[in-house]
Nanobody
Framework: QIRLVESGGGLVQPGGSLSLSCEAS????????VGWYREFPGRQREMVAR??????????DYEDSVKGRFTIARDNAKNTVTLQMNSLKPEDTAVYYC???????????WGQGTQVTVSS
């Protein structure tokens, strides 16, 4: 059974940093594209950053508003994907979700989400 467990959310002041971590289990981690999405109240979940599976090139993609501020990294030995968020802005406030997508079937799995609040 696929399991994704996020940690690291919380409250931070504008300009501050947070690091989110997602621990994965129950599947062959390096065969999946993994990433972070966020959901604002009343809006659809949007991609923040992702790292493609090894089989399809391991490229990283970022949403435009986080480029240069956020860094995603996957550790295939530890089955984790982290999101380092720097220079946080109030508009980054959202629930952040870890996602894993099977390269061969396209089936998506989600974590339970973690709240990030950027406020003074």
């Amino acid at each position: 059974q696929i399991r994704l467990v996020e940690s690291g959310g919380g409250l931070v002041q504008p300009g501050g940093s947070l690091s989110l971590s997602c621990e994965a289990s129950g599947f062959t981690f390096d065969e999946y594209t993994v990433g972070w999405y966020r959901e604002f109240p009343g809006r659809q979940r949007e991609m923040v950053a992702r790292v493609l599976a090894i089989e399809i090139g391991s490229r990283t993609d970022y949403e435009d508003s986080v480029k240069g501020r956020f860094t995603i990294a996957r550790d295939n030995a530890k089955n984790t994907v982290t999101l380092q968020m720097n220079s946080l802005k109030p508009e980054d406030t959202a629930v952040y979700y870890c996602q894993a997508v099977n390269t061969y079937t396209g089936i998506r799995s989600w974590g339970q989400g973690t709240q990030v609040t950027v406020s003074s």
